[in-house]
């Protein structure tokens, strides 16, 4: 498997038609399966458009397999927050025959497949939901991919926060995690959390690892987020304990 990053196809590809890597005069290297991020659009039965950051599987012809939609977007550059509130913008949507808020949230949190292995994509922050991540894992992927753009956090601090995210999640759900940026931070994280040839900011490189598959459920997978709620559960039954013998003092 091959793996590019964030919209590396920077082009919006029409959802009414096929589209193949030859198009672009591209073809996965030795019979290769090729993810990578790109940008689509698709249209409603009234001729509106829809936009969407995803990310697509090709198979070693070039053929799209498999597309998985964003789910979670950021805000302000891909969803346009607080759209009840000030709905008149919505004029200035319609005059371009563009949906409003600028992209779609995904509804579907797609498995892909290749030949001996099931994964799942996380596109940009999609790494910060845990959410997410133990979704991909109970549908049977066992492995998880980050594809991501940080170049808008230049050599600031961004970089390596995003990046941090991937070994809390890759720990939660013992599973492996690739991670594809447009100009860094990429490498492997193992199901330990670990790193592997991790590579730096705004440094070319072509890396590859084998990596493990995950076909058991962690504790976090299976159970979510069940301690924090049994640990507010114990801190509320001490909370009114100690405000029952407060209240029992006093009234004595």
């Known amino acids: 498997l091959v793996v590019w990053p964030e919209t590396a196809i920077p082009f919006y590809i029409d959802e009414r038609r096929p589209f193949s890597l030859t198009e672009m005069g591209t073809l996965p290297p030795d019979?290769?399966?090729?993810?990578?991020?790109?940008?689509?659009?698709?249209?409603?039965?009234?001729?509106?458009?829809?936009?969407?950051?995803?990310?697509?599987?090709?198979?070693?012809?070039g053929t799209m397999l498999q597309r998985y939609k964003k789910i979670y977007l950021?805000?302000?550059?891909?969803?346009?927050?607080?759209?009840?509130v000030i709905g008149f913008t919505r004029i200035f949507f319609s005059i371009q025959r563009i949906t409003y808020g600028a992209m779609?949230?995904?509804?579907?949190?797609?498995?892909?497949?290749?030949?001996?292995?099931?994964f799942s994509v996380l596109?940009?922050?999609?790494?910060?939901?845990?959410?997410?991540?133990?979704?991909?894992?109970?549908?049977?992927?066992?492995?998880?991919?980050?594809?991501?753009?940080?170049?808008?956090?230049?050599?600031?601090?961004?970089?390596?926060?995003?990046?941090?995210?991937l070994v809390m999640r890759a720990i939660e759900n013992r599973t492996a995690v690739v991670r594809s940026a447009n100009t860094g931070i990429s490498g492997f994280i193992d199901p330990m959390g670990r790193w592997h040839q991790r590579t730096s900011l705004f440094t070319e490189a072509n890396i590859s690892e084998r990596i493990p598959l995950t076909?058991?459920?962690?504790?976090?997978?299976?159970?979510?987020?069940?301690?924090?709620?049994?640990?507010?559960?114990?801190?509320?039954?001490?909370?009114?304990?100690?405000?029952?013998?407060?209240?029992?003092?006093?009234?004595?």
């Open 31 to 61: 019979n290769s399966y090729i993810l990578t991020g790109i940008l689509n659009v698709g249209y409603s039965p009234d001729g509106l458009a829809h936009f969407y950051n995803s990310a697509a599987l090709f198979d070693p012809a």
């Open 74 to 84: 950021v805000p302000g550059s891909e969803l346009f927050p607080f759209r009840k």
């Open 104 to 118: 779609e949230e995904g509804t579907e949190a797609t498995v892909f497949s290749i030949p001996d292995a099931k």
């Open 123 to 165: 596109i940009c922050y999609e790494s910060a939901f845990p959410q997410l991540s133990r979704a991909f894992r109970l549908r049977g992927a066992e492995f998880l991919v980050n594809v991501t753009n940080d170049a808008w956090f230049g050599r600031s601090f961004g970089p390596y926060q995003h990046a941090a995210f």
């Open 215 to 252: 076909r058991t459920m962690s504790f976090y997978t299976r159970y979510g987020d069940l301690i924090v709620y049994v640990s507010y559960a114990v801190i509320g039954a001490f909370a009114v304990k100690a405000l029952r013998k407060r209240y029992a003092g006093g009234s004595a």
